[in-house]
Structure formats: structure tokens, C-alpha cells
């Protein structure tokens, strides 16, 4: 038999509907992959038992011809969404041996269409990094490595779990978060796809917080049209999250192979960084050539607030994040470190749970809301923020139906190598992501080249609110032109 674990995951749907395998050897097979692959540490928890039983019932139901949307389909699951009896820790000390007692609504709703959980896959803290060195399980390593080196590599952050175990064909796909960046910079690291919906098109219900006004849930995978799969589980209503929104959810599989025709696609200038390597530069004008020639329309378009995003998000996401973090005090969740009164129990608590990267947010987030500096950061940064969203207004009412910018300002870099002693570095990576949380818009994380030492580089695609399709469309066609990204295997 053909390696099961090298389907993609719409040919593994169709593989199962023909009955040419079944869930439970296509599960086995990815149980046997993750077994051989631990060394990458993409999966915090393995849950072999349960993905037996998943999948066993899911051939049942294979069967009886009450097959799901993605009946059978093994996926791993980032470890900030919660798991009804199964640990959910956001990779972080503080929250010990938590098991849930209730299911997010994003996970659910795979289950509900048949899918099979494989385990839960490691992150940064709380989300919070851009190369999952945060993890309090560790870092997770990319299965790519620079040609001729056996160097370890970081799969960027913070679903590096997600990313890895994707890319090293350790599950069909996984479930990601996304709130400045998170699934587009690791997807982008990893040759695979990410998808960041637009906010409010996945509940968050469930999701472990980090900013919840930035928050969004979304898929991986190592084609376009499987993260569109996906997505169509992931998508809805929730009335559990107030700011999920009430909209039909499309079949975004429909908009495969969909012509780009006369789409007006906008490159903002702005994203032309001083110092920028010729190779993102050049991969940005192939990408731009290559929806060209699939009849879309290049046009220059400006974006004048861009070079404030970063830092009006590192106002508005630690802020946010001091106040979801308050809750960790000892008492609710997890692990606890006794004092000789309750205020010294806290401070022992989160002393000792926090990792360095989450209480230097802490730590900001508190000082910006703060009385008497409230105003001079995070009220100025929401200004910013309206600013921000304006631009990309302004451009979608000329007509411009997409903006194509590069994912990130680099390929993956060494583990240790970023960020060590200036936190800025790390930031930096999420340059072309952020713009497009604060502005709460679909994007998308495409593979489409290389660098000179062989590693995969994206492009990213932004999208109108809610109008994923027209990023799905564009987005196969990018795929299409690039060709494959498939990783050597040198870890089983
Ligand atoms: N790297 C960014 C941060 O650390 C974004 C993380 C994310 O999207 N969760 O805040």
C-alpha cells in the first residue's frame, strides 16, 4: 500500500469513501509516523486510544453511508483549544495537568463532521512567540533544514506544532490560532498552508485567550484546497462567543479552480521594507507574475499606516493579555504554589507558572492600561488601529478584491538564533501579519518558492471581510504555479 500518510488530505477523503483503506489504517499509519517523528516534538500528547476509537466509529458510519464532511480524517489540534477530558495546558506551567471538562466549539464541530483527533500539538506560551521557543515543553523543531546542514530549525510560532506535524505528514491537518501572525509565519516556515479567517468567523469559544480582540481560529494543511476542507468545519455561528458572526458558512471548496479573471489585486508599497532580502523581493514580483498570467490585475496600491501596526500591536495584545492572564491565579486552574497568605500564593503561583516571554506581557499589558498612562498607549494605539483598518477600506472600496505581500521577512532561522537579547527581533517577524488581525481581515499563507539555502518562503494573500473564497481562488493559483513542498525526511 501507498504511504497513507503522504495523502493529502481530499485524496485520503476519497480513499475512504472508495474504501480502498480504512479510518482505522489510515490513523494507524499516522500514529506510527508520530512515533518515529517525537524528536521534531510537534505533539505535546499523543492520544493513540482515542484516535482508535474515533476512527473505528468513523468507519462505522462509512459504512452506513452516514459519512461526514471529514469523516475519518486524522488531525492534530493545537494545545490552546480546549478538550473535554484531555490535557489542554497552552503549553504553559501554569495551567499543570488541566483536563477541560467541556469541548471548544472549533473542535467540536471537526468531531461532529468525523474527524479523528491524533493528539495535541505544542505552542508558544499562551501563543505567545513567533518560533514556539516559548513552549514550557520546549521547542519544536522544522522538519526542513538548510541544504548541506543538519543545523535544527525553528518552524515559527506559535502553532510551530501545527506547522511541523503538517508539514512532516504527522496528520492531514491541524487546527491553529492566529493573533498577530501564528498561522501564516509558521505555515509560511513550513512550505504548507494557513488560513487566518476573518474575526468572528470562528468561535473562540473554548480557544484559550491571548488577545481577544485578535484572536482567530484556522486551519493547516499542505494544499489550499484542503485547509478549504477544513475550513467549512471550523466556520459558524456560535451564540457561546458573542462576537462569532451569524452568516451562512460557504463551501469554500467551491472556490477551487474558480477563474481569477479580471480580479483587481493590489501590491501596497508600503510592504517594501528598507533592507528587505532580494529574495522575498523576488519571490513577491514571481507571485505577482504568476496571478497575472491567471488574468487577475496588478495594481499598486497604498497603505499608509502600515509602519505603525507592530507597535500598536505590541500595545494592544499584551494588553489584552494581562487581563485574560488574571484569571491563573492558583485557584481555578492547574497548578498552584502554596504562601503564608492568599496575595502571597498568587504571586507564587504565577511567579512560578508564567514562563519569561508571558510575564514580560504581563508586565507591558499592566503598564499600558494603567491610570495616568492608558491614554498615552493603549488608547493611541486603538486610534492606530481604526487607522489601520481605514487603509485597507480605502483600498477595497477602489475595487481591489485581494493585496498580495510576502508572509514574512525571512525563511525559518536556528533555534536560539533570534530574539535572545532583544525581544524586537522576534516581533519583527510578524511585520507583514499583524496589519491584518488589527484590522480583523481574512488572510492566507501560501508556499510559493524558496530561498538560496532550499527553504520554503510564502506569499500572503488579504482578503475582504468574509470573502475567504476570493483567497482560496488566488491562492491555487500561487500553489499551482509553485509546485510541491514536500520536506527530506531525516528524522525515522
Ligand atoms: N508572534 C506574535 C506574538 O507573539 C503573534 C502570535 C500569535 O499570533 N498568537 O504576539
Not at 490535557?87 to 473542535?107: H, M, N, W
Amino acid at each position: 500500500m501507498t504511504d497513507l500518510t503522504a495523502l493529502s488530505l481530499a485524496d485520503a477523503r476519497e480513499g475512504l469513501v472508495k474504501k480502498s483503506f480504512t479510518s482505522l489504517e489510515l490513523t494507524d499509519a499516522h500514529l506510527v509516523a508520530m512515533e518515529k517523528a517525537r524528536v521534531l516534538n510537534a505533539y505535546v500528547l499523543e492520544t493513540p486510544d482515542q484516535a482508535r476509537a474515533m476512527a473505528r466509529a468513523a468507519d462505522e458510519r462509512i459504512a452506513k453511508g452516514e459519512a461526514g464532511n471529514l469523516e475519518g480524517l486524522p488531525l492534530g489540534i493545537k494545545d490552546l483549544f480546549a478538550t473535554r477530558d484531555v490535557r489542554t495546558t497552552a503549553c504553559s506551567k501554569i495551567l499543570g495537568d488541566f483536563k477541560p471538562q467541556y469541548e471548544s466549539t472549533v473542535t467540536s464541530q471537526l468531531w461532529r463532521d468525523g474527524a479523528v483527533m491524533l493528539g495535541k500539538l505544542n505552542n508558544d506560551e499562551f501563543a505567545m512567540g513567533s518560533s514556539n521557543e516559548t513552549s514550557a515543553f520546549g521547542p519544536v523543531i522544522n522538519p526542513w533544514r538548510r541544504e548541506g546542514s543538519d543545523v535544527n530549525l525553528v518552524p515559527g510560532g506559535s502553532s510551530g506544532g501545527s506547522a511541523s506535524a503538517v508539514a512532516a505528514s504527522l496528520c492531514l491537518g491541524a487546527t491553529g490560532t492566529d493573533t498577530g501572525g501564528s498561522i501564516r509565519q509558521p505555515a509560511a516556515f513550513t512550505g504548507i498552508v494557513g488560513v487566518k479567517p476573518t474575526y468572528g468567523r470562528c468561535s473562540r469559544w473554548g480557544i484559550v485567550a491571548f488577545a481577544s480582540s485578535l484572536d482567530q481560529a484556522g486551519p493547516f494543511a499542505r494544499t489550499v484546497r484542503d485547509t478549504a476542507i477544513l475550513m467549512r468545519s471550523m466556520a459558524g455561528h456560535d451564540p457561546k462567543d458573542t462576537t462569532s458572526v451569524d452568516r451562512p458558512v460557504p463551501d469554500y471548496e467551491a472556490a477551487i479552480g474558480q477563474s481569477v479573471k479580471g480580479m483587481k489585486i493590489g501590491i501596497p508599497k508600503e510592504y517594501r521594507l528598507d533592507g528587505m532580502s532580494g529574495e522575498i523581493e523576488a519571490l513577491w514580483g514571481q507571485g505577482a507574475e504568476w496571478l497575472k498570467a491567471a488574468g487577475a490585475e496588478l495594481v499598486e496600491v497604498s497603505l499608509p499606516h502600515t509602519k505603525y501596526a507592530l507597535p500598536a500591536y505590541y500595545v494592544v495584545a499584551p494588553a489584552e493579555a494581562s487581563s485574560n492572564l488574571a484569571r491563573y491565579d492558583g485557584v481555578r486552574y492547574g497548578a498552584r504554589v502554596n504562601g503564608r497568605n492568599i496575595a502571597e500564593m498568587y504571586e507564587n503561583t504565577r511567579a512560578a507558572g508564567f514562563g519569561p516571554e508571558v510575564r514580560r506581557r504581563v508586565m507591558i499589558g499592566t503598564y499600558v492600561l494603567s491610570a495616568g498612562y492608558y491614554d498615552a498607549y493603549y488608547l493611541r494605539a486603538q486610534k492606530v488601529r481604526t487607522l489601520i483598518k481605514k487603509d485597507f477600506e480605502d483600498c477595497f472600496a477602489k475595487g481591489v478584491q485581494a493585496i498580495l505581500t510576502p508572509a514574512t521577512p525571512s525563511a525559518a532561522f536556528g533555534i536560539g538564533e533570534k530574539g535572545q537579547a532583544d525581544p524586537v527581533e522576534m516581533y519583527l517577524n510578524d511585520i507583514f501579519t499583524v496589519t491584518v488581525n488589527m484590522a480583523g481581515l481574512p488572510g492566507i499563507a501560501v508556499p510559493a518558492g524558496k530561498d538560496g539555502q532550499g527553504l520554503p518562503l510564502g506569499l500572503q494573500l488579504i482578503g475582504r471581510p468574509f470573502e475567504e473564497e476570493t483567497l482560496f481562488s488566488l491562492g491555487e493559483v500561487i500553489e499551482q504555479a509553485a509546485g510541491n513542498f514536500t520536506p527530506k525526511n531525516w528524522w525515522a
